[in-house]
């Protein structure tokens, strides 16, 4: 079956400006967990939802936003970019009701200048 | 606040040798404990895991051990090839009292031909 689909691959903003990665996780899977992974700064947790609801959050600003859909797929959103915030997004989608094995996506890369 | 804590952050081995990585974890709640492995360019991978009512499981070259009472758990890789390099990252979970997920910065192993 398909794996997580993160679009798009690659993107290149401008300070001040905003941008959206989409997620679509695995066919079945309702929990999807958003990460930041900078050098040397391992994984950040971003935020989970599961059915369309935020279920946990982690320690970054509210100029990270997400949502998810009826059909689990999800987005994040960062509004005014920092250069700070280039990095891989990685979106991860896991088994109804648990938070174990995830599956990752490929990630975005975000390049801010 | 919670967190894990994985050592070495590089390691570099020969071919046919052995590789260990360790964690150490702070929440005693957490109950599930997998490995991931990052190759250049993709997201993490689930290579193994090991839940908190098993002491060690195996599976081929790549073993993981857990020692629950010093909130420890390690991941063993023996034989050691030139495609096992990568950045391998650690995670406790817990599923009580809310879901919650803590990776470790990850270490970067080389295994030299």
């Known amino acids: 079956k398909a794996g997580v689909t993160q679009t798009p691959r690659y993107l290149i903003k401008t300070r001040g400006q905003q941008v959206t990665l989409s997620c679509s996780p695995i066919?079945?899977?309702?929990?999807v967990s958003w990460y930041q992974q900078t050098p040397g700064q391992g994984l950040q947790f971003l935020f989970e939802?599961?059915?369309?609801?935020?279920?946990n959050k982690g320690n970054f600003p509210g100029r990270f936003s997400g949502r998810q859909f009826s059909n689990s797929r999800s987005e994040m959103n960062v509004s005014t970019l920092e250069l700070g915030d280039s990095a891989l997004y990685l979106c991860a989608s896991s088994f109804p009701d648990s938070n174990y094995g995830y599956t990752f996506g490929s990630g975005t890369r975000l390049t801010v200048v | 606040g919670e967190n894990v804590e994985q050592h070495p952050s590089t390691l570099s081995v020969q071919e046919g040798d052995s590789a260990v990585i360790k964690c150490t974890y702070s929440?005693?709640?957490?109950?599930?404990f997998p490995w991931y492995k990052q190759e250049l360019g993709k997201g993490p991978q689930l290579i193994i895991d090991?839940?908190?009512?098993?002491g060690e499981k195996k599976d081929q070259r790549i073993a993981v051990t857990l020692n629950k009472t010093a909130k420890h758990f390690s991941l063993h890789i023996t034989e050691t090839q030139p495609e096992d390099s990568a950045v391998y990252f650690c995670a406790a979970i817990r599923d009580t009292g809310g879901f919650k997920t803590i990776f470790g910065a990850g270490t970067r192993l080389f295994v030299k031909a």
């Open positions: 939802y599961f059915s369309e609801t935020q279920r």
């Open positions: 929440d005693s709640a957490s109950n599930y």
């Open positions: 066919s079945g899977h309702r929990s």
């Open positions: 090991i839940r908190s009512n098993v």
